[in-house]
């Protein structure tokens, strides 16, 4: 080899470096100014007040390519109510502080002050934002995030047109009286939703609905467009899910699926006739125009997983551009039915099928440092149902756990450390929790840049149901390693059953009813992270736990998150 030439390994880690500093240069910033303010809405023809951005509900979508700054300065106008914004996806790499959970990342932002949030969006794919302050994205306070590849950088489909999907559930009651009804004794659960939205907008029955409150002539609950599809073309569906209790299936009549991303990483394509996606959850999935060009067809969302109700499913229209086709003209045919709202074989399949693309996953590492083997348990504290995890129901400290943490205030959160176990001989999922257990705020303290397994049991409620709990992980993604029925045990479960080959990437997966799932991540983003059932009553009520990692490598602490608790004066 000549002096000069450079081995190939070394000429690929230059092409690296150049693409990076290509990058770098034109990474640009993207500045907002958001008003956060309740306004009187009508998604689904029924009037109350939303929780917006700028007046809307949704909010706008981000549009940033990899490696753009995003800046956001956030004016509380609820007047008298906190809010905090997450940005659910984004790893805050070098930022925890703007992961905008309330009590874990930050102090919430007060009525009448702005706060700002920036950060990195370092990965291509589909992502959310939503409120994340008590009971609040039941609101209306949400929306997506896209990230786009850089110039020249090729993916592995192609598509002629993208479009956005966000779906959501909606109640009539506020989120005030949902909360007051989860913490009473006696119990008043949410219910079911009243209605699914596509888009932001949803179909109630008016004539159920007291006189005066229900319109369905209003133009804010007319039945959403998504698209005109212009025949032969191929399009990308970014789909992503921000429900707050139910778990869906999508399906575009007459037209089958490919998914190609979950959760901003690639997967080796599979084709769905309906799409199974869980709150916190995104997709992208490719849809060929090849159907009949003289007619309109029906997207829809159904419930499932969770006993039928009176909630309609989520509707709305693609057309094709044909001439004489009426764009605005309702389909001809009955919306799609969807399957069977109980069955769950065919929704565990599904979240089987999702593996890595092979040659664009990350590598995982061959074995974890430490196993979490983590049950999910209803229980009955002090007369008040409570959701646990190995015993303990996570109440957020008044002072945010990151604050506490890189300001040494020990006496701020409960020291004592959570179970890393439970009783997976003796105790019976099928049955409900046989302890009350307790309320607190401990914390799992992670060995920075060691390998940490997840094992989520789930168990009966104490109706003896068993249910579905959409779990995400903030500032990671991680491997997931499977999906189990019944109990999972660590002495054979972790060789038979894991996939250790081509695991695909995530940061929100299922908790499947009378079964386990099992993850793995590197503790390498020095922060404090929630992890918890993304489920909106449930996190309310306790189901969560909390990761400290590398916290002494976190810079200095913008002043701007501290306020409350013990961190009063130092805002």
Not at 173 to 191: C, R
Not at 436 to 456: H, K, M, W
Not at 518 to 528: K, T
């Amino acid at each position: 080899m000549a002096p000069s030439a450079r081995p190939p390994v070394a000429a690929a880690a230059a092409v690296l470096c150049l693409w990076l500093l290509v990058a770098v240069a034109e990474a640009k910033v993207h500045h907002y100014k958001w008003d956060i303010s309740y306004q009187l809405k009508s998604p689904d023809c029924f009037e109350k007040l939303a929780v917006t951005v700028n007046g809307e509900a949704p909010g706008p979508t981000i549009h940033a390519t990899q490696g753009d700054t995003i800046v956001v300065d956030v004016h509380n106008k609820l007047e008298t109510e906190n809010t905090a914004i997450h940005w659910h996806g984004i790893r805050q790499i070098d930022t925890p502080w703007a992961d905008g959970v309330a009590g874990v990342t930050q102090c919430p932002i007060l009525p009448g002050e702005t706060f700002t949030y920036k950060f990195v969006v370092d990965r291509p794919g589909t992502y959310l934002y939503h409120a994340h302050y008590g009971m609040q994205r039941v609101a209306g306070l949400n929306g997506m995030i896209v990230v786009k590849v850089p110039d020249g950088i090729v993916e592995p489909f192609s598509y002629d047109e993208e479009h956005t999907v966000l779906l959501g559930d909606w109640w009539h009651k506020s989120v005030y009286e949902q909360a007051t009804g989860l913490s009473s004794n006696p119990f008043v659960f949410v219910t079911e939703p009243q209605s699914l939205l596509i888009n932001g907008r949803g179909t109630f029955n008016c004539s159920l609905a007291p006189s005066g409150t229900c319109n369905a002539s209003r133009p804010d609950c007319a039945l959403p467009t998504l698209f005109t599809a212009v025949p032969g073309k191929t399009y990308l569906l970014r789909i992503g899910s921000l429900t707050s209790l139910s778990s869906l299936s999508f399906e575009f009549e007459g037209h089958s699926m490919t998914v190609v991303e979950a959760d901003g990483h690639y997967v080796r394509p599979f084709v769905v006739k309906n799409l199974f996606i869980y709150s916190g959850e995104t997709y992208s999935v490719l849809v060929k125009a090849d159907q009949d060009p003289r007619r309109n067809y029906w997207v829809a969302s159904h419930v499932v997983g969770r006993t039928p109700s009176r909630t309609p499913s989520g509707k709305a229209v693609v057309s094709y551009a044909f001439n004489g086709n009426n764009p605005w003209m309702p389909p001809r045919t009955a919306p799609p039915a969807g399957p069977a709202w109980n069955n769950t074989a065919i929704r565990v399949e599904q979240s089987r099928a999702i593996l890595a693309l092979p040659g664009h996953g990350v590598p995982m590492p061959a074995r974890a440092d430490r196993m979490l083997l983590l049950l999910n348990t209803q229980n009955r504290i002090d007369g008040h149902i409570k959701w646990t995890i190995n015993g303990v129901s996570l109440m957020f400290p008044p002072t945010p756990y990151l604050v506490a943490m890189k300001r040494g205030m020990k006496d701020a959160y409960e020291q004592r450390p959570p179970p890393d176990m439970y009783d997976h001989v003796r105790h019976d999922i099928s049955a409900p929790a046989p302890t009350n257990g307790t309320v607190g705020s401990p914390v799992y303290r992670l060995e920075l840049g060691s390998v940490v397994d997840v094992v989520l049991q789930n168990s009966n409620m104490l109706n003896n149901k068993s249910e579905t709990h959409p779990w995400h992980l903030h500032g990671h993604d991680f491997w997931v390693l499977g999906h189990g029925e019944g109990k999972f045990n660590p002495a054979a479960d972790a060789w038979r059953l894991l996939n250790v080959r081509d695991p695909i990437m995530k940061n929100t997966v299922p908790l499947h009813p009378d079964g386990w799932t099992a993850v793995r991540f590197r503790a390498d983003n020095p922060g404090v992270w929630l992890f918890h059932c993304h489920v909106e009553a449930h996190v309310f009520m306790g189901m969560g736990v909390v990761f400290e990692e590398g916290v002494e490598r976190v810079g200095r602490l913008p002043s701007s998150i501290m306020g409350c608790g013990r961190s009063k004066g130092l805002h």
